[in-house]
């Protein structure tokens, strides 16, 4: 398949953003893209200007892409994590925002991803849900927000959002179930062996 004809989804990277919740999807999608080729889809990481970014907890992730030159989405992921509280304020930013909703068929969210979904005016009247310290504030941004606490993630069309860290990690397969095939997404998640059965 050329590369022009496949499919992009973009993984934003920011200054604070949460490890997991942007590692966790990326282990989940780029192993069924890198594996998986004739689905036709590739995932790349991207920041605002193309450098490396210092993350939550001091890991540092170089990107793919700088903002100016982002190939056009078909799926954009925005992870959460303390880098989003600034995001909140940032006019910029909300407006890149809200310019990818105007051309990107699938905005995902990862945990506190979503607040900055519904700072930006995306989540109004929609399903979503959050990281479960974060689910007031996001009701708080929208009250028109049908807020789902239980859910580890929300598919709303082309819209869906997750709950915290590592349910990011769920989402991403419910992507490859819903991009590729449920049977995709099951030989995925064998292969990067995700059988949660918590310690403790």
């Known amino acids: 398949m050329a590369q022009e004809d496949t499919r992009k989804i973009g993984i934003l990277l920011f200054p604070d953003v949460e490890e997991l919740d942007a590692i966790g999807p990326w282990e989940v999608l780029s192993y069924w893209t890198r594996n998986f080729a004739e689905d036709g889809w590739q995932v790349f990481c991207f920041s605002a200007d193309g450098n490396p970014v210092t993350c939550a907890k001091g890991l540092t992730v170089a990107a793919h892409h ?78 028109t927000i049908d807020v789902r606490p239980e859910e580890r993630f929300v598919d709303d069309g082309d819209l869906i959002t997750s709950a915290g860290v590592s349910a990011g990690i769920d989402m991403a397969l419910h992507l490859v179930a819903r991009l590729a095939s449920p049977e995709r997404a099951r030989q995925v998640r064998r292969g990067i062996q995700y059988d949660p059965r918590p310690p403790v």
């Not at 056009?72 to 303390?82: E, F, R, S, T, W």
């Open 66 to 143: 700088a903002m100016a030159d982002l190939p056009a989405l078909d799926v954009l992921l925005h992870p959460g994590g303390q880098g989003t509280r600034p995001q909140l304020r940032d006019d910029q930013h909300l407006e890149w925002v809200r310019a990818q909703r105007r051309s990107v068929p699938l905005m995902t969210s990862v945990c506190t991803g979503s607040l900055v979904y519904a700072a930006a005016g995306l989540l109004a009247g929609r399903p979503a849900t959050t990281h479960w310290a974060s689910l007031d504030r996001l009701a708080e941004l929208d009250p």
